[in-house]
């Protein structure tokens, strides 16, 4: 079965300078993150906090445009931080990044280099196309640690598997469904990009990823640019 990952042309219309980076891994072996790979996020935390101040994360270019995008769509961003903002004020707080498996810490560890918002999803098991785009409000989302179901806001973004929500708000938290498990053997990595990043820095970051899994969980890797010219990448 082959199925689609798309981005709305609606998203577009709004911001019409977004991109969206995807990064397609199969056949990984994943795993807990080696020590060479904990230690680079270590470092990488040390680096974010010689070169960002906590009372300058808000004025931060890459981190001012999310959240100005987020008031746009009538969400406080201080109170759903965009997923890569979340992971530089733990960080400025001198909280390291828990150690989840290799998959997901070289995502975390790129996010924070980068200062993009990077999201992971396990596709072993998909059964319809991934879309990102304005939520019905008839929507599911299950969030981690918990067995309540939400229902997303009519209008919001949402990256969604049929019905079913992997990611609400965006970039701000992602569902269990697409959870990435040790046992994981496929992967889709979404990078997030809004202006001051540049289409040439969202391949770059492509690139930084599928260098990284490579690495540390082989497999066979494909990755590519989602923009207002090209909505839709069939996986196969």
């Not at 828990?98 to 098991?125: C, Y």
């Not at 019905?136 to 806001?153: K, M, Q, S």
Request: charged residues 30%; negative net charge.
């Amino acid at each position: 079965m082959s199925v689609n990952i798309k981005v709305s042309a609606e998203v577009f219309d709004k911001f019409p300078a977004y991109r969206r980076g995807l990064v397609i891994a199969r056949d990984i072996v994943n795993g807990d993150s080696p020590e060479e790979l904990a230690a680079s996020l270590r470092d990488a935390e040390k680096s974010l906090c010689e070169r960002l101040k906590p009372e300058a994360i808000a004025s931060h270019p890459r981190i001012e445009s999310w959240r100005e995008a987020y008031r746009s769509l009538g969400v406080k961003p201080s109170e759903f931080r965009p997923s890569m903002e979340a992971l530089v004020r733990r960080a400025l707080k001198k909280e390291p990044l828990p150690a989840i498996n290799k998959a997901v810490d070289l995502g975390n560890l790129v996010s924070i280099q980068r200062l993009v918002p990077i999201g992971a999803h396990a596709i072993d098991r998909l059964a319809a196309d991934m879309d990102l785009r304005f939520a019905t409000g008839d929507e599911i989302f299950e969030p981690f640690g918990t067995d309540l179901v939400e229902r997303p806001n009519p209008g919001e973004i949402i990256f969604a598997e049929g019905n079913t929500v992997l990611t609400r708000r965006w970039t701000w938290r992602q569902s269990k469904h697409t959870l990435i498990l040790p046992e994981t053997t496929a992967v889709e990595f979404n990078v997030d990009a809004l202006p001051p990043v540049t289409d040439e820095e969202v391949k770059q970051i492509c690139g930084d990823i599928a260098a990284l899994v490579a690495k540390y969980c082989g497999g066979r890797i494909s990755f590519g640019v989602l923009s207002r010219d090209n909505l839709v990448v069939q996986l196969t």
